[in-house]
C-alpha cells in the first residue's frame, strides 16, 4: 500500500481486516478506529481511500485483460 508510514504492523494488519469488512468508514466507526489504533482520524481515512483506489485500478485492470 505503497508509503504508509508511522504505522505498525499491528495497525495495517488491523485496519486491512477492517477494509476487508467494510470498504467505507464514516464517523464514529472512523473515531474509533483511529482512537484504538493512536491514529489520527485522517490517517485512518487516507488508507481507506487509497485502498478504494487501489481496488478500482485493479477491477480496471482485470476488466481490460
Keep these: 500500500w505503497g508509503n504508509v508510514s508511522n504505522v505498525s504492523i499491528f495497525c495495517l494488519n488491523f485496519l486491512f481486516q477492517a477494509f476487508e469488512s467494510n470498504h467505507y468508514v464514516v464517523g464514529t466507526e ?13 490517517q485512518v481515512n487516507s ?13 480496471v485492470i482485470i476488466i481490460l485483460r
Excluded at 488508507?47 to 485500478?57: I, R, V
Design 30 to 42: 472512523r473515531k474509533q478506529l483511529a482512537s484504538r489504533l493512536s491514529l489520527s482520524e485522517t
Design 47 to 59: 488508507f481507506f481511500l487509497l485502498g478504494k483506489t487501489k481496488k478500482k485500478k485493479k477491477k
